[in-house]
C-alpha cells in the first residue's frame, strides 16, 4: 500500500468519524490529541487501523510518537506494514 | 410552587392586563389552581399559582394591608414561621398564615437586605409603589428560575423564556454567544440565555428595576477561605453536626399543607434525604423511583432494598428508549435549553408520575455532590494534579482507571492511551479552570458543528477566558479542591442540574422538589470543612458516608458511586424512531434554524443510522443538535 492511500484512508477516517466530515478541521501535522481525537474516541482509532490495515495495535503503542499528527499515524502504520511483510517473506 | 409573571411601563403608560394574562397563561403548569393579576399603576404583576402552605388565604399577587407593596412569589421561605414570629415581635400585623406575606413584611422591616434573612427556594417581584421601584430576587443556590427583557417600552420578567415570548414584541433568536456557552459548560452562564435578549438573575441575586435603570447585586456567596476551620472538630463531631444540620434542613422542608413525597434514586444522597424524611415525619411515607428497560442505567435492586429499609411505600415509572424518544419535545419546551444528554427525560416521567398519584412536593437529594465531596471529577483532578506532580511516573495515571467505572469504553483504554488524553501542562496546572479543563474541552469539540454564518456571529467571544474574569477575587486563595466544587455549585448545579433536571421537569407537572442538601448552613458549614473529610484519598463523600451510617443500608454506603444516567443516541436509531427526528434532522430544517452546518449534521446522522457511532463525543453530539433543532422549531421565528 503507497503512502498516500494509507494518508487518504487515515484523514478520510478522522473527518468523518471526528470532525464531522469537516475536512477543513484537519491540518497534516496539527495535534490529533488536543483538538481531533477525545479520550473516549482512541478506541476507534485502534479498531480502525486494525481493521483497515490488518495490523494489530500493541497498548503500549498508543504515544504521541505514533498517533499524534496525521502524519505520524502513517509513518506508523507503514512500520507495522513493514515489519509484517518482513516477517511474512521470512526476512 | 408557582409560576410568577409581570411588567413595568416605562412610559408611564398602565400594563395591559390581557398581555399580562397571555404570559401567565403560558405558566398554568406551574400553578394550574388559581391565577391571579394585579395592576398597580405602571406595574402590572401576574401569578399561577399551585397551593401547597395556606390553601385558604394564600392568593396571589398579595399586597400589605396599606396597599403599598405587592408581591408576586414562586417557591418557600422555609423559615417563615420563625421570622413571623420575629416580625410579630418588631410589632408587624399578619392577615394571612402565609409565607408570601412574611415577605412582605420582612421586606418592610430588613428593605432589599430582606432575603438574607431567608431560608429557602424563591424568585419572586415586588413592587414598591412609594418608590416606584420593582425588586426581585432569586435564592441562593438557583433552585427556582427567573427570566427578563426589556423591550421598547416595558420590562418584563417570569418564571419562564415562553412567558417573556407571549408578549408580541420579544424576540425570538437564539443568543450565539449564549449556545457558545451551552456548547462548553451545557448550560448558559447567567445573566445569558440561550436566546437573544433574554437574561436570567443570576443564583444569590437580586435586581432592582427603577425607570429603564437596572441594577443587579449579589447578596450572598459562599466561601471557601476559611476552608479547614472545622479541622479542629474531630469526625465523629463534624459528623454528628452535618447530620443535625440535615435533620433541621428536612425539617423545615417538611413544612408544607399538602401531603409530601421523596425521590428514591437508590443513591446515597437521595437514600438519605428519605431517610430524614421518614425520620423527622414518622409516619407512612410515599417514594418515588425511576426504572429503566436498559439495564445500563437501572437502580431499581437499590431503590427497592433502600425502600424497604426505611419503610416507604414506592412507586416507580418505567422508562424505556421509546419513551426517551417519545416525550423528548415536550421536554424541550420545558427546559428551554438545548441539552447535551436524555438525563432531564425520564425526571419528566417521574414528575408525572407523582402528580398523577396526588403529590405536589417530592424531597430530593440534590446538592449533596457538590457540597460534600461527590463528583468523579473532583477525584479526577486530584488524580491529574497529583500525577503531574511526577508526570513520568508509571503507576499514577493507572489511578485513572479507578474513574468512571460506568463507562465501558473508558475502562477498556490501556493505560498508554489514558496517558495521551489527561497529561496535564504546566498551562493546565496553573489555569484555575484546572478541574473542569478536560470536560470543557470535550464539550467544546461539538462547536465544530456550528454553521460558518452562527461562528461568525459568535466571533471572537471566548467562554473560557470571560468565565475566568468573572470568578470572585478570593478564588485563587481556595484550595484547588474547592476551587472544582465552585465551578461545580455556582453554574452546573443551577444552569443545568436544577433547572434542566430539576425546576423545569417537576414543575413541568405541577410538583415542586425541595433541596434539604440546599439548604444554605448545610452549604456554609460544608465550605469549611477540611476536604480531606469531604474526600479521603479517593473515597468520595467520606463525612456524609460516616453521617448516614446509622439510617441507610449497609449496601447503598459500600456501592461504587453510579451517576444518573439514561440512554442517550440509542433512544432514537433503533429501528422505532419517532418522525419528528427525520424531520428536525433534515437538511433543509438545520439550515433554516441556522446554527448547524447541515454537511455535519448529515455527517454525525450517517454515522448513527450506520451503528458506527460510539463515543461519548458523538452522543453529546447527536443530542446536542437534535434538542436544539426541537427548540429552534418551538421558540425562534426560523
Given at each position: ?20 466530515g469537516k475536512?477543513?478541521a484537519l ?9 481531533v ?28 510518537d ?26 | 410552587?408557582c ?5 413595568l411601563?416605562?412610559d ?10 397571555k ?20 406595574a ?31 417557591g418557600?421561605?422555609f ?15 399578619f392577615?394571612t398564615?402565609?409565607d408570601?406575606e ?5 421586606y ?32 441562593r ?16 420578567f417570569?418564571?419562564e ?5 407571549a ?18 459548560f451545557?448550560s ?9 435578549n ?38 465523629h463531631?463534624?459528623?454528628e ?13 417538611l ?12 443513591g ?9 424524611v ?26 427497592q ?12 415509572v ?14 424541550i ?10 438525563a432531564p ?13 396526588g ?29 503531574a ?7 499514577r ?15 477498556r ?58 470568578l ?62 469531604k ?18 443500608p ?19 436509531f ?28 448529515a ?7 450506520a ?10 453530539a ?16 426560523q
Open positions: 500500500m503507497q503512502t498516500t492511500d494509507i494518508e487518504r484512508e487515515v484523514k478520510t477516517f478522522l473527518i468523518n468519524n471526528y470532525l464531522f475536512s477543513e491540518a497534516d501535522n496539527a495535534s490529533l490529541l488536543d483538538n481525537i477525545d479520550s473516549t474516541g482512541v478506541l476507534e482509532l485502534v479498531v480502525f487501523l486494525q481493521e483497515t490495515f490488518g495490523i494489530t495495535v500493541e497498548d503500549e503503542e498508543v504515544t504521541p505514533n498517533i499524534e499528527s496525521v502524519n505520524k499515524v502513517v509513518a506508523y502504520v507503514e512500520r507495522k506494514l513493514a515489519k509484517r511483510s518482513a516477517v511474512k517473506t521470512g526476512r | 410552587m409560576g410568577i409573571a409581570g411588567m411601563r416605562f408611564g403608560g398602565q400594563p395591559d392586563a390581557h398581555r399580562l394574562e404570559m401567565i397563561a403560558t405558566l398554568h403548569h406551574r400553578g394550574p389552581d388559581a391565577h391571579g393579576i394585579h395592576i398597580s399603576g405602571i402590572g404583576l401576574a401569578h399561577a399559582r399551585l397551593s401547597i402552605i395556606d390553601l385558604n388565604t394564600g392568593q396571589q399577587p398579595m399586597s400589605t394591608e396599606d396597599a403599598r407593596l405587592w408581591i408576586t412569589f414562586n418557600e421561605i423559615n417563615y414561621i420563625e421570622l413571623r414570629e420575629e416580625l410579630i415581635a418588631k410589632g408587624h400585623r392577615l398564615r402565609s408570601t412574611v415577605i412582605l413584611h420582612a418592610r422591616e430588613y428593605g432589599e437586605d430582606c432575603v438574607k434573612h431567608f431560608n429557602g427556594q424563591w424568585a419572586f417581584a415586588i413592587w414598591d409603589s412609594a418608590e416606584q421601584k420593582l425588586f426581585l430576587s432569586r435564592d443556590a438557583g433552585v427556582r428560575p427567573l427570566f427578563y427583557t426589556q423591550s421598547q417600552n416595558a420590562f418584563l417570569a418564571s423564556i415562553k412567558a417573556l415570548m408578549s408580541a414584541d420579544v424576540s425570538r433568536e437564539f443568543d450565539p454567544q449564549g449556545m457558545d456557552q451551552v456548547f462548553t451545557w448558559p452562564i447567567p445573566p445569558r440565555t440561550a436566546f437573544k433574554i437574561f436570567q438573575i443570576p443564583p444569590a441575586h437580586s435586581l432592582t428595576v427603577k425607570g429603564r435603570d437596572l441594577r443587579l447585586k449579589e447578596y450572598w456567596s459562599p466561601s471557601y477561605l476559611h476552608n479547614g476551620d472545622l479541622r479542629h472538630r474531630n469526625e463531631e463534624a459528623a453536626e452535618l447530620l443535625a444540620l440535615l435533620q433541621d434542613a428536612t425539617r423545615i422542608r413544612r408544607s399543607d399538602v401531603p409530601v413525597g421523596a425521590y428514591l434514586s437508590g446515597l444522597d437521595s437514600t438519605l434525604t428519605t431517610a430524614l421518614r425520620k423527622v415525619a414518622g409516619d407512612r411515607l410515599r417514594s418515588f423511583s425511576i426504572a429503566f428497560d436498559d439495564t445500563e442505567f437501572d437502580e431499581s435492586p437499590y431503590q432494598e433502600a425502600s424497604s429499609y426505611i419503610g416507604t411505600e414506592n412507586s416507580h418505567s422508562c424505556s428508549h421509546a419513551d426517551i424518544a417519545r416525550v423528548l419535545p415536550q421536554v419546551q420545558h427546559t428551554e435549553l438545548p441539552i447535551l444528554r436524555t427525560v425520564p425526571m419528566f416521567l417521574l414528575s408525572k408520575l407523582v402528580n398523577r398519584s403529590f405536589k412536593v417530592v424531597l430530593t437529594g440534590e446538592g449533596a455532590d457538590e457540597a460534600l465531596g461527590g463528583y468523579d471529577i473532583f477525584k479526577e483532578a486530584k488524580i491529574r494534579r497529583f500525577w506532580n511526577h508526570p513520568d511516573s508509571k503507576w495515571p493507572l489511578l485513572l482507571k479507578r474513574l468512571y467505572p460506568y463507562l465501558s469504553d473508558f475502562q483504554q490501556s493505560a498508554a492511551s489514558l496517558k495521551l488524553f489527561f497529561k496535564t501542562t504546566g498551562d493546565d496546572l496553573a489555569s484555575p479552570l484546572f478541574s473542569h479543563l478536560p470536560r470543557w474541552e470535550l464539550t467544546s469539540r461539538l462547536k465544530l458543528l456550528f454553521s460558518s454564518d452562527f461562528r461568525a456571529q459568535i466571533g471572537g467571544f471566548n467562554a473560557l477566558g470571560e468565565l475566568e474574569t468573572s470572585p477575587s478570593e478564588f485563587h486563595s481556595w484550595p484547588h479542591f474547592s476551587q472544582g466544587e465552585h465551578l461545580e455549585a455556582r453554574y452546573f448545579l443551577p444552569g443545568y442540574l436544577l433547572s434542566s433536571q430539576g425546576d423545569r421537569m417537576a414543575m413541568a407537572h405541577s410538583v415542586e422538589g425541595r433541596y434539604p442538601f440546599l439548604d444554605y448552613r448545610v452549604v456554609e458549614f460544608a465550605a469549611k470543612l477540611p476536604v480531606n473529610l474526600m479521603k484519598v479517593l473515597n468520595e463523600k467520606y463525612l456524609l458516608k460516616r453521617a448516614s451510617k446509622n439510617l441507610v449497609p449496601s447503598i454506603l459500600s456501592r461504587r458511586k453510579q451517576p444518573y444516567r439514561a440512554p442517550d443516541s440509542r433512544s432514537f433503533n429501528g422505532s424512531s419517532q418522525s419528528y427526528v427525520s424531520d428536525v434532522l433534515s437538511p433543509g430544517s438545520v439550515k433554516k434554524a441556522g446554527v448547524f452546518d447541515p454537511r455535519a449534521v455527517a454525525i446522522v450517517d454515522k448513527f443510522r451503528g458506527k457511532a460510539s463515543s461519548v463525543k458523538d452522543d453529546m447527536l443530542i446536542g443538535v437534535l434538542s436544539t433543532q426541537l427548540l429552534a422549531s418551538q421558540f425562534t421565528n
